[in-house]
Every structure is written in C-alpha cells, then in structure tokens.
C-alpha cells in the first residue's frame, strides 16, 4: 500500500 | 509532457510571479485579497507535501518549490511587509465556508482514504474554489487595477490549459483523474464571468469593473 497514489501534474 | 500541460504551468507561474511583483514595485497590496492567498498558500502546501515522499522530475520539484515559496512570499507581503496597505474592510469572505465543507468532501470522496491522499485531494477542491475571496472583494468594491486583472486572467487561464491536457492525456496515454477534472471544470467555469469581461472591458481601460 502506497503512501499515496503518484500525481505527476501541479 | 504536451504543449498545454507546460503553458498551464507556466502561465501559472506568470500569474504568481505578476501578483508578486505587483505588490512588491507598487509596495501596496491594495485590491488583492490576502484570503485568497492564504487559501492558495494552503493549497500549495497539502498538495505538495509528496515534496517528502516522492521525486517525480527535476522540473516537477523545482515548479512545486518556486509555487510554495511565492505562495508565502506574497502572503508574507500582505500580512507583515505591507499589511498598512491590506485592505482588510473589503476582504470580507467567510473562508470557513469554503474550507470546511471543501474538508468534509476530500474525506468522502477520494481516490484513496490515506492522509497525504486525502490531503491532496483536499488542496484540489479548495484550489478549485480558492480565488472566490479575491471576485468577492473586486465585486464589493467594484473595480479592479489592471495588474490584478492580468493575474486573474492568467491564474484562469491555467486550468483551462488543463482542461486540455487532460483531454489530450486521455486520448493518448488513456489518463483519466476524476477529481482533478470535475474540480478543474469548477474552477474553470468561475473564472468564465471575469474571462468576458476580460475580453471584452479590459482592453484599453485602466481598470476593470465587475457589476454586482
């Protein structure tokens, strides 16, 4: 379980 | 990376570093509403705290640091540098209204129910409805400097860029973000009343009315 899901945009 | 994912970024970047420069060359941060970039300060910092957690690309990290720096800078500005020029009269917007229920939302409804997930999913509803403070106020007072029109244009501008790039991500990498663009259409569709009057006011005129 991933800290949090990766977001690559700002 | 497409074309419109880098021009929503940098026109981004544009509006921070206008609003930044335009309190710090006038020394006044008179018409802009510290709410509003308290709210975005906010914003930068719950999304951004995967700074610590993840390394996505060197420009993806430098953009988020330059992004919470000015974030704070221009608050800084506001409330201790140039807070004799604040005008606190016209920054009326009870932000609680819009932080707490934007809270409660980020808790129901979310990719993943983990804290730094829902804390971004947080900073994407609040950003969505973070610059109401600052249309309230101009609407209150009923105008605008040309400067500060500039940035809301550009700060508008950005997501709609989005909007594009996320059509295009789904077409060619099948990337699709729910949240990101239900919220990002939200955010979109507020700026639209100042857009036209953008457009269609703005040219030529030294400052912007907006009827209320």
Same mark, same amino acid.
């Given at each position: 379980?991933?800290?949090?899901?990766p977001?690559?945009?700002? | !990376?497409?074309?419109?994912r880098?021009? *929503?970024?940098?026109?981004?970047?544009?509006?921070?570093?206008?609003?930044?420069?335009?309190?710090?060359?006038?020394?006044s %941060?008179?018409?802009?509403? *510290?709410?509003?970039?308290?709210?975005?300060?906010?914003?930068?910092?719950?999304?951004?705290? $995967?700074? @610590?957690?993840?390394?996505?690309?060197?420009?993806?990290?430098? !953009?988020?640091?330059?992004?919470i720096? %000015?974030a =704070? /800078?221009?608050?800084?500005?506001?409330?201790?540098k140039?807070?004799?020029?604040y005008?606190?009269?016209?920054?009326?917007?009870?932000?609680?209204?819009?932080?707490?229920?934007? &809270?409660? @939302?980020?808790? @129901?409804?979310?990719?993943?129910?983990?804290? @730094?997930?829902?804390?971004?999913?947080? #900073?994407?509803?609040?950003?969505?409805? /973070?610059?109401?403070?600052?249309?309230? !106020?101009? #609407?209150?007072?009923?105008?605008?400097?040309?400067i500060?029109?500039?940035?809301?244009?550009?700060? &508008?501008? =950005?997501?709609?860029? =989005?909007?594009?790039?996320?059509?295009?991500?789904?077409?060619?990498?099948?990337?699709?973000? !729910?949240?990101?663009?239900?919220? &990002?259409?939200?955010?979109?569709?507020?700026y %639209? $009343?100042?857009?036209?009057? =953008?457009?269609?006011? &703005?040219?030529?005129?030294?400052?912007?009315?907006?009827?209320?």
């Open positions: 379980h991933a800290l949090q899901i977001h690559d945009e700002l | !990376m497409n074309i419109f880098l021009t *929503g970024d940098l026109s981004h970047l544009a509006a921070i570093i206008i609003l930044l420069l335009k309190i710090w060359k006038t020394r %941060c008179a018409g802009i509403s *510290g709410k509003s970039q308290i709210l975005f300060a906010l914003v930068f910092t719950s999304r951004y705290l $995967d700074l @610590l957690t993840s390394f996505i690309s060197l420009y993806n990290t430098t !953009m988020k640091v330059i992004y720096g %000015c =704070y /800078a221009t608050v800084y500005l506001i409330y201790a140039f807070k004799a020029t005008d606190g009269n016209h920054d009326t917007f009870r932000v609680e209204f819009l932080v707490v229920p934007v &809270g409660g @939302l980020a808790f @129901l409804v979310n990719h993943d129910f983990s804290p @730094l997930e829902i804390l971004w999913t947080f #900073s994407i509803y609040l950003e969505s409805v /973070a610059i109401l403070p600052q249309l309230f !106020m101009i #609407s209150k007072t009923g105008e605008a400097e040309t500060t029109t500039h940035y809301l244009f550009f700060l &508008g501008l =950005y997501r709609a860029l =989005y909007l594009i790039n996320w059509i295009w991500r789904f077409y060619f990498e099948g990337f699709f973000d !729910m949240i990101a663009i239900v919220a &990002g259409v939200v955010q979109t569709i507020l %639209c $009343d100042f857009f036209y009057l =953008y457009v269609t006011k &703005g040219e030529g005129r030294s400052q912007l009315s907006i009827p209320t």
